[in-house]
């Protein structure tokens, strides 16, 4: 079975520019999040959706971003414009929760270089 | 104070120890909880549950203490294959996760 899909895995882009996420969740997943990964702030909670509403989005830093689940199988994670720190490594995690807290299963992450 | 918080170390340990790592969390409504292991430039991925009566799983055990608000994990018999780091995980609410920073491991032959 395939996990999580993330795409782009490696993104560099110049500060000012728009830059657009991707996540594709497990099969038969009810929740997905959006997770950032820095060395300074560890592994931070962004914003989760259950059967693709968003549920939290009060990590999210500000408003230059913005995330979307138009369907049960895709996702976004847009910034706009972007700034050098925004660089980091996001995640997106999908859980099949049958109610409860439940094992996340985590993409490979996309790796994001804002110059 | 952060909502979880664990030793980032680093722990050193030769192959065989037993080795242990703690967590705090501040919500006392908090009420589920995970360990996750991290390789280095990889995705994390889920190690075990905490339950208050434990939880073991070959060589790790997981323990949760509400009453003082930390959980804890327990590798025994350490692999050179156990370095990595090691997250902490608790739901505040919903389904809300807050990540530790993570303690990492290193086992040396």
């Known amino acids: 079975d395939a996990g999580v899909i993330q795409s782009p895995r490696h993104e560099v882009t110049e500060m000012g520019q728009e830059v657009t996420l991707r996540c594709k969740p497990i099969?038969?997943?009810?929740?997905l999040f959006w997770y950032r990964q820095t060395m300074m702030r560890g592994l931070e909670l962004l914003i989760y959706?259950?059967?693709?509403?968003?549920?939290?989005d009060s990590g999210m830093p500000e408003d230059r971003f913005s995330a979307k689940m138009p369907n049960a199988s895709f996702s976004t994670l847009k910034i706009q414009p972007s700034e050098p720190r925004d660089s980091a490594v996001y995640f997106c995690a999908s859980s099949k929760t049958g109610g409860a807290p439940n094992e996340q299963f985590f993409g490979p992450g996309t790796r994001l270089t804002v110059l | 104070r952060k909502e979880v918080e664990q030793d980032p170390g680093p722990f050193n340990v030769p192959e065989g120890a037993t080795v242990a790592f703690n967590c705090t969390y501040s919500n006392s409504a908090s009420q589920s909880f995970f360990w996750y292991r991290q390789d280095c430039r990889k995705e994390p991925k889920l190690l075990m549950s905490v339950y208050s009566s434990g939880n073991e799983d070959g060589r790790f055990t997981a323990q949760l203490n509400r009453a003082s608000q930390y959980i804890s994990l327990l590798i025994r018999d350490s692999k050179l294959s156990d370095s990595a780091t090691y997250l902490c995980?608790?739901?505040?609410?919903?389904?809300?996760?807050?990540f530790g920073a993570g303690t990492r491991l290193f086992v040396k032959a």
């Open positions: 099969s038969g997943h009810d929740y």
């Open positions: 959706f259950n059967n693709n509403v968003p549920i939290d």
């Open positions: 995980v608790v739901y505040t609410g919903g389904f809300k996760t807050i």
